[in-house]
């Protein structure tokens, strides 16, 4: 598990063009949800193109650990035997999900309200994120839990023997909150309601009504309101997962810095609470388009090309858009080192709270490569340099943080000089062809034996 082994240093130098296609690794929010969805089901569930990132694989030692059978068939096959709503088993040992906050927000509210204990703990980076935002609501189903100070891992959650169903106003824009309270609700009697203030990624409420849980959603002047029916049978489902746009989102922004890309990243999903992102970038005149738009799965897809964009422009990013690209930022923040002009950043709090304070691990490895950065609580400014003024040089820390690490790997890029991480290990989390992948497109890329 990364962060657990010795730090590996990486090193990108100022690449050629970078050309061909990126083919990315599977979506790391469905991947989870696939498998404690497939957990809760009565039956196989069968999945393709599942993210074998530590952070899944995490997940899938979990599902297993609460006694779901979980078999990897090879080539990202897998199959998940499930138990059924309610019928998760005490597990054994302590459950360690790594570096994912998603795995083990989720998997507390997949447990909650199940007549079981069971002690959760995490890397150096998981045990300081805080968990009392997925503990308060499931409280109020009758769970209880006891943790360190402040809320964090190790904590011990002992589910609820009599679950109620609640009706939740989630706080803060997450997706995990949000999810783990469906997920929780799913073993309550009744009707579980969530309610959201801004559209947060909805693959919980697709993927439960693929499942055939009772789940509806509404847009009210109360905001999103989301109802769910508990115990319902899930039906086992036969899953492709789609490519990660997060993920995709690396060698896209490589290829726009980098003279002379031009490069494919084909099937990525464009669902609209994921692809913020993408559309900041055309904003800011990045010569992106997409090719071969279709449905898959119920999800607009698209091929994506990004060629070399040497006139990008730094725009101010809606603020209504953060949750859209909530975990795209550090590598935007990169574009717009090399753009012109001022790119803003607001509405962004969330950032701070994430696998590292991607604000300040950002700000300060961009400074340390001489580009200027102003912060407060949820916002940040970039300056940019324009596209051939990026000094670059300098070795940045990654603070565990796998989007950290490798969007310094895109800025050296670009820079003028060679940008290092103190460590790249954490990649593997999420996307563990990373190296290989970018490496066949024409990046240099150089590991420390
Ligand atoms: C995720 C939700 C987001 C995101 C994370 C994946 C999910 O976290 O940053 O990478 O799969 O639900 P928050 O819920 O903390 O915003």
């Not at 069971?118 to 009392?132: H, I």
């Not at 409280?139 to 002992?158: C, D, H, K």
């Not at 010569?287 to 060629?307: F, I, K, M, W």
Request: glycine residues 12%; hydrophobic residues 40%.
């Amino acid at each position: 598990m990364s962060g657990h082994g010795t730090p590996i240093p990486m090193t990108s130098h100022r690449s050629g063009p970078l050309t061909g296609v990126a083919e990315v690794p599977g979506d790391k929010s469905i991947s989870h949800r696939s498998l404690i969805l497939g957990a809760m089901a009565v039956g196989e569930t069968k999945i393709s193109g599942l993210l074998e990132g530590e952070d899944v694989l995490d997940t899938a030692k979990a599902m297993q650990a609460f006694g779901a059978d979980v078999v990897n068939h090879g080539g990202g096959n897998w199959s998940v035997f499930g138990v059924g709503v309610g019928g998760f088993a005490e597990p054994e040992n302590v459950i360690d999900c790594g570096n994912s906050g998603t795995g083990v927000r989720l998997i507390m509210g997949a447990m909650a309200t199940c007549p079981i204990t069971a002690t959760f703990t995490g890397d150096a980076s998981l045990n300081k994120r805080p968990m009392a935002r997925v503990t308060d609501p499931l409280a109020l189903f009758g769970t209880q839990s006891v943790g360190r100070e402040g809320g964090r891992l190790p904590m011990t959650i002992v589910g609820a023997t009599d679950p109620v169903p609640v009706r939740y106003e989630v706080p803060v824009p997450s997706a995990q909150v949000k999810s783990a309270v469906l997920l929780a609700g799913l073993n309550a009697p009744g009707k579980t309601v969530v309610i959201e203030q801004e559209a947060t990624r909805d693959h919980s409420e697709r993927m439960l009504a693929g499942f055939g849980a009772e789940i509806s959603v509404e847009d009210t002047e109360e905001g999103r309101v989301i109802t769910l029916t508990g115990r319902p049978e899930l039906k086992p489902q036969v899953i492709a997962v789609p490519r990660d746009p997060s993920s995709a989102a690396f060698p896209v922004c490589a290829a726009l810095i980098t003279p002379g890309s031009d490069v494919l990243v084909p099937g990525i999903g464009l669902n609209p609470t994921r692809a913020g992102l993408f559309a900041t970038l055309r904003d800011m005149g990045a010569d992106l388009t997409y090719e071969n738009e279709r449905e898959e799965g119920g999800e607009p897809v698209a091929d994506l090309r990004a060629r070399y964009s040497p006139n990008m422009t730094g725009i101010e990013v809606p603020p209504e858009r953060a949750a859209s690209m909530i975990d795209e930022y550090p590598v935007l923040s990169v574009v717009a080192s090399f753009a012109t002009g001022k790119t803003m950043m607001a509405g962004v709090k969330e950032l701070r709270v994430k696998e590292s304070d991607r604000i300040d691990a950002m700000a300060r490895g961009l400074r340390a490569n001489g580009v200027t950065v102003e912060e407060g609580d949820d916002w940040w400014e970039v300056t940019g340099l324009g596209i051939d003024g990026v000094p670059g040089g300098a070795t940045c820390e990654s603070f565990l943080d796998h989007r950290i690490a490798m969007s310094f790997m895109v800025m050296g890029m670009g820079a003028q000089n060679s940008v290092s991480v103190d460590d790249g290990t954490p990649i593997a989390t999420s996307f563990p062809i990373f190296t290989p992948l970018m490496t066949q497109l024409g990046a240099k890329l150089e590991t420390a034996a």
